[in-house]
């Protein structure tokens, strides 16, 4: 028996180690086999972050100006928000033939509810003349900006010319314009309290003139 596995022993050995790497083999392939699959890899996309957008600027709207005086078609005209005072004349039309542009800026910007009046030459070289003294010397004198001659009487207010009615209180070139506008516009005024319908005529001004004007 000896002499039987002294001339098998490496034949045995090669056997049994054979065994024991096909067992190591098969349990390895076992514990492989029976482990957890993997959970799959989700790729999921980047979303950029949102970016704040800017907001538009509002665009300005038109403005309302009443062009009177001196100009072909008097009135109310809506215009862009950054128009001159030419655009405006050009609006009612132009000049007439007797305006006055001396003093009048054409460059000069507009604002809502701006009133651009047109004086005439006449009225502008009225304002400018020099007072004669009592023996028709011509004396330079500086013209003060009102000096209006209180009215004693009732002024008609249907009648009354623009230099007139500059000497009521509190009524000056402009708010004269406009009385002989709203007159003209509509056929005169009917009583005394119509007047309070002329812009710029209010309360204030009525109760300093009510005792001086008329409608005869």
């Known amino acids: 028996m000896q002499s039987w596995l002294k001339a098998h022993l490496e ?5 049994a180690l054979t065994a024991l790497v096909s067992t190591i083999v098969f349990a390895l392939i076992a514990v492989y086999l029976r482990r957890p699959a993997p959970a799959p890899i989700v790729i999921r996309p980047m979303t950029p972050a949102p970016t704040a957008t800017r907001m ?3 665009t300005p709207g038109l403005i309302h100006v009443f062009v009177s005086g001196e100009v072909l078609d008097a009135g ?3 215009l862009p928000w950054d128009s001159r005072i030419e655009a405006a004349i050009a609006a009612a039309g132009g000049f007439t033939a007797h305006a006055d542009l001396v003093g009048l800026n054409l460059a000069q910007r507009l604002q809502d509810e701006q009133q651009v009046f047109v004086a005439s030459k006449q009225a ?8 004669s003294t009592r023996g028709n010397v011509p004396t330079p004198t500086r013209i003060p900006s009102k000096t209006p001659t209180p009215v004693t009487s009732g002024l008609n207010l249907n009648t ?3 230099a007139e009615l500059e000497s009521l209180p509190g009524i000056g ?7 002989i506008e709203y007159r003209a516009a509509n056929g005169g005024f009917s009583r005394i ?8 005529i209010g309360d204030g001004i009525f109760q300093e003139i009510k005792g001086l004007i008329a409608v005869d």
Request: glycine share 2%; net charge positive.
């Open 11 to 15: 034949a045995v050995l090669a056997s």
């Open 56 to 58: 538009p600027t509002a």
């Open 76 to 78: 109310v005209y809506a």
């Open 124 to 131: 502008a070289a009225q304002a400018t003349a020099p007072i």
């Open 160 to 162: 009354a010319s623009a």
């Open 173 to 179: 070139p402009v708010l004269a314009q406009r009385i």
């Open 193 to 200: 309290e119509d007047i309070k319908q002329v812009k710029g």
